[in-house]
């Protein structure tokens, strides 16, 4: 054996697949079948920040990325950090005649939990939190073994829960709803934002910019490693 | 575009994956009734999403029913030592805003508790209807309409994460508190239940083919 890397198998996410079922499947990496209306079109370079939409239903279907890979990684590390700092300091501060009161984001989970609302909490836990902290490490891991050229281990599964937290996760909503919350708060006594507010406002940006680059380059990459393996 | 211009996947026995878009075209059928999967990430493959249809009713009638207690419960109490229990619902809320002076954020939680809401679930009437009827009427706008609900949905949960910051923040004892109340449980499911509805939705029953007929899946 030659092979310089013989601890890390690339991940082949071919055969699997291709063994359960008696049906030939020829790829057709030449065509867009559009996902909204089933439209078929031929496959066309798209320049850096262009777009393509199906003709017949004008579904978005592709885009030409403004944002690399390597920054994606940055934005991932950034976002892992600002979702730590955002979930371990308080949202806001209230100060009602001198009896402080502050939450963090667990905090108000566990209080709401207490006030006899678990669905509510799990819910809330679920969207506003654990989603976007595990599509912020899902991200981490596929992105950092994409860049140095490996598939990793566990890599299809991984790409479905992607999927998944995508489509569940809020920041966004729970950002504004922070916003919303400070200024009822201000409305009955003293409200000061704390830094958890302002860290998940840049969480929810950094987690837009990500998701807007969509999961086709992490397909494509892996492709093209598992290929050459 | 005239529709005798557009070749479809189902046509060219073409399958676009749903999860990583890899375009496979079937060149030989599976033996018995094995499921087609995609070759590289194993998601089931269809022309149809089986069962679109029945899935999005069952969602969206019980989310219609949710929405009457999630609207007219409580969805949290304060209180304080001077006036006691309050309980407010999302229309209350709203109003308290708009009498706080807050006009553009009364505009928000409307928009995101009462107007989204509202609007899904009657777009998503409209969609199963027409698409039960295999209509062609406006099918440019009802794929818009589609995407539309699809990318405003979760912006209803809104009124809940307020609610919990609410419940977490406010905490002074003999003072004054905030409570969650059972309505805030009803909203928080109408948002999960027209959230399902919708990504049970197949759009491409908007776009219905002659051959559909005899293959209903």
């Not at chain 1, 979702?83 to 001198?98: E, K, M, R, Y």
């Not at chain 2, 308290?96 to 002076?101: A, N, S």
Request: positive net charge.
């Amino acid at each position: 054996m030659t092979d310089p890397l013989p601890s890390t198998p690339a991940y082949a996410p071919h055969a699997p697949a291709v063994a359960r079922t008696s049906a030939a499947l020829a790829a057709r990496p030449d065509l867009v079948v559009c996902h909204e209306c089933d439209a078929v079109h031929e496959r066309i370079e798209l320049a850096r920040g262009t777009i393509a939409r199906c003709q017949r239903c004008n579904a978005l279907l592709g885009r030409g990325h403004v944002i690399g890979t390597e920054k994606l990684l940055a934005f991932a590390v950034a976002s892992l950090l600002l979702i730590l700092i955002g979930n371990s300091a308080p949202i806001v501060t209230l100060d009602f005649q001198g009896v402080v009161s502050q939450a963090t984001l667990p905090q108000a989970i566990e209080a709401t939990w207490a006030a006899g609302q678990p669905f509510v909490a799990v819910l809330t836990a679920a969207t506003a939190l654990v989603f976007p902290l595990v599509f912020t490490i899902l991200r981490l891991y596929l992105l950092g073994s994409l860049v140095r050229g490996i598939v990793p281990r566990g890599f299809v599964p991984a790409m479905h829960m992607l999927v998944f937290v995508t489509r569940w996760g809020m920041p966004e909503v729970f950002m504004l709803g922070t916003l919303v919350a400070v200024v009822r708060c201000a409305s009955l006594t003293s409200a000061t934002p704390g830094i958890g507010l302002f860290a998940y406002g840049a969480v929810t940006l950094l987690i837009t910019a990500i998701t807007a680059a969509g999961t086709h380059t992490l397909w494509k990459r892996s492709g093209e490693i598992g290929g050459m393996a | 575009m005239s529709d005798a211009a557009v070749h479809t996947g189902s046509q060219m026995k073409l399958y676009g994956c749903p999860t990583c878009g890899r375009v496979s075209q079937l060149l030989r059928p599976p033996a018995g009734d094995a499921p087609l999967l995609c070759p590289r990430c194993a998601t089931p493959l269809h022309h149809r999403r089986p069962r679109s249809l029945q899935r999005t009713w069952a969602y969206l009638i019980a989310a219609s029913i949710l929405y009457i207690p999630a609207n007219l419960l409580p969805i949290m109490s304060t209180s304080n030592v001077f006036e006691g229990e309050t309980l407010h619902t999302i229309l209350g809320g709203i109003e308290e805003l708009r009498h706080g002076g807050d006009w553009m954020l009364a505009l928000i939680v409307f928009i995101a508790s009462i107007a989204v809401p509202l609007l899904k679930i009657g777009a998503l009437l409209v969609l199963a209807i027409t698409a039960q009827r295999r209509s062609r009427w406006k099918q440019v706008e009802r794929a818009q309409l589609y995407r539309m609900i699809e990318a405003v949905g979760h912006w209803s949960m809104l009124d809940v994460f307020v609610v919990v910051l609410l419940v977490g923040t406010i905490r002074f004892g003999a003072l004054g508190g905030v409570m969650p109340e059972p309505g805030l449980l009803a909203f928080g499911a109408v948002v999960v239940l027209t959230m399902l509805a919708a990504g049970s939705f197949d759009p491409r029953l908007i776009w219905p083919e002659e051959e559909d007929k005899d293959r209903p899946s």
